[in-house]
């Protein structure tokens, strides 16, 4: 299966969602015992104009993913979706009237509250790999902070990082705040400083070295940043171990 050009993570009882104007390709093995089976709910944006989904439609992270990452389900789950789709597909099919529309947008709001409840699962069930991603990206940070990157290239993105371990920006916030409470942001912004400290109490460079060496261009931003997080300026925390 492929999502614009890139493959998809596909397995049985998997769960995609496609942001409007997204190319979709689906390829059947032929040699295959059983055909690949399932719902494909299709619908206009439009369709959510004047409902309360049409603005939360918006939080859920889902949409946004890179096209490598998919919900996996429990076979429970997926009989639990395939039931919301069957209510959808019924709801369609009968006579419209002025309770039709109230009763697909509920099924559908239905069906992103069950995902989010299942996504937030996945976290927890699949947490061997996400450790092993967040020990990838503690290896990437260390390995960009040791090769002088701070200096020339400034503190990485949040866009870089994902690139670099093939997730998306959402999905590593997501995981992040799952197992360690922070964002990717302030977890850069944390390692930054424990690097900030390490130079501060273990070498004699001044302050404005050390900014300099840290990738901030201006002496003033790295010490805001230094007191936000530790309630004191760089100065006091060098002169604490005097």
């Given at each position: 299966?492929?999502?614009?050009?890139?493959?998809?993570?596909?397995?049985?009882?998997?769960?995609?969602?496609?942001?409007?104007?997204?190319?979709i390709?689906?390829?059947?093995?032929?040699?295959?015992?059983?055909?690949?089976?399932?719902?494909?709910?299709?619908?206009?944006p439009?369709?959510?104009?004047n409902?309360?989904?049409?603005?939360?439609?918006?939080?859920?992270?889902?949409?946004?993913?890179?096209?490598?990452?998919a919900?996996?389900?429990?076979?429970r789950?997926?009989?639990?979706i395939?039931?919301?789709?069957?209510?959808?597909?019924?709801?369609?099919?009968?006579?419209?009237?002025?309770?039709?529309?109230?009763?697909?947008?509920?099924?559908?709001?239905?069906?992103?509250?069950?995902a989010?409840?299942?996504y937030q699962?996945?976290?927890?069930?699949?947490?061997?790999?996400?450790?092993?991603?967040?020990?990838?990206?503690?290896?990437?940070?260390?390995?960009?902070?040791a090769?002088?990157?701070l200096?020339?290239?400034?503190?990485?993105?949040v866009?870089?990082?994902?690139d670099?371990?093939?997730?998306?920006?959402?999905?590593?916030?997501?995981?992040?705040?799952?197992?360690?409470?922070?964002?990717?942001?302030?977890?850069?912004?944390?390692?930054?400083?424990?690097?900030?400290?390490?130079?501060?109490?273990?070498?004699?460079?001044?302050?404005?070295?050390?900014a300099?060496?840290?990738?901030?261009?201006?002496?003033?931003?790295?010490?805001?940043?230094?007191?936000?997080?530790?309630?004191?300026?760089?100065?006091?925390?060098?002169?604490?171990?005097?």
């Amino acid at each position: 299966m492929l999502y614009g050009q890139q493959p998809h993570d596909f397995d049985d009882g998997v769960l995609h969602f496609m942001a409007p104007g997204q190319v979709i390709t689906v390829t059947i093995n032929k040699d295959l015992v059983h055909d690949p089976s399932g719902w494909m709910i299709l619908f206009h944006p439009d369709l959510l104009w004047n409902t309360p989904l049409a603005k939360t439609i918006k939080q859920y992270e889902y949409f946004d993913y890179a096209a490598n990452e998919a919900l996996h389900l429990s076979d429970r789950e997926e009989a639990m979706i395939s039931g919301i789709a069957k209510n959808i597909e019924h709801e369609y099919q009968a006579n419209i009237d002025k309770f039709s529309l109230p009763v697909i947008i509920a099924q559908l709001e239905l069906l992103l509250t069950y995902a989010d409840r299942f996504y937030q699962r996945q976290f927890i069930t699949r947490k061997v790999a996400n450790h092993e991603i967040l020990t990838r990206m503690e290896t990437l940070l260390d390995d960009y902070f040791a090769s002088g990157s701070l200096i020339k290239e400034g503190l990485p993105t949040v866009a870089y990082i994902a690139d670099a371990l093939h997730v998306s920006p959402n999905y590593l916030s997501g995981l992040l705040k799952n197992l360690t409470g922070q964002s990717t942001q302030q977890h850069l912004h944390d390692k930054l400083i424990g690097l900030a400290k390490e130079k501060l109490s273990t070498t004699t460079l001044s302050v404005s070295e050390i900014a300099y060496e840290l990738g901030f261009e201006h002496l003033a931003s790295f010490s805001k940043l230094f007191k936000t997080k530790t309630n004191l300026s760089p100065l006091e925390f060098r002169q604490s171990f005097n």
